[in-house]
């Protein structure tokens, strides 16, 4: 009623509120009365997060594979990530940008990264059979990227499901 509105939030969400650009309020599970129109807020959810993944690399051979997996991650310190990112909710309680796409797409591109190098180097058939070795490429390099350490997560985990070689090479390498 004229813009005075009380909004609620669980204990896994961590909640930043600002008045007309002040921080007056900040923690998880918070509740309160705010007035709209010089109010902002700012949400960000603190549980594990489950990042799928699918990308395709070269080996020395220049045969294409994709792998797929699946990243595990954690909000450690969500000031950081609040100030880099932007996850302020509209009056409807929905997020006013997809910025949790972008934190994702970070993650999957350091993981990409983390693991070129050592599939450029190797050959199609080993590279096939090297999902525990990609694995551990894909968690050391995310463990040790400064990108991610500057966002204020913690990567929990990384599971390589599949290393595929394309349709047409799977069958030459069938026969």
Do not use: W
């Not at 930043?16 to 807020?41: A, D, Q």
């Not at 959810?45 to 080996?59: C, R």
């Not at 180097?121 to 040790?144: H, Q, T, V």
């Amino acid at each position: 009623m004229f813009g005075l509105n009380h909004i609620k939030f669980d204990s896994m969400t961590h909640v930043f509120y600002y008045k007309n650009g002040v921080l007056k309020k900040e923690g998880r599970g918070l509740s309160f009365f705010y007035f709209v129109p010089n109010s902002s807020i700012v949400v960000i959810p603190m549980g594990s997060n489950d990042l799928p993944f699918i990308f395709k690399e070269s080996t020395n051979d220049y045969q294409t594979i994709t792998i797929q997996g699946q990243i595990s991650y954690k909000i450690t310190n969500p000031k950081i990530l609040a100030d880099i990112l932007d996850f302020t909710i509209n009056d409807e309680g929905t997020y006013k940008k997809n910025d949790i796409e972008k934190l994702n797409q970070r993650i999957i591109n350091e993981a990409q990264t983390s693991t070129s190098s050592f599939i450029h180097n190797i050959g199609l058939k080993e590279s096939i059979r090297s999902a525990k070795e990609i694995e551990c490429r894909i968690l050391e390099g995310l463990k040790s990227s400064e990108a991610i350490n500057m966002l204020g997560i913690e990567i929990i985990g990384a599971n390589v499901l599949a290393v595929q070689a394309t349709p047409d090479m799977s069958k030459a390498l069938e026969t």
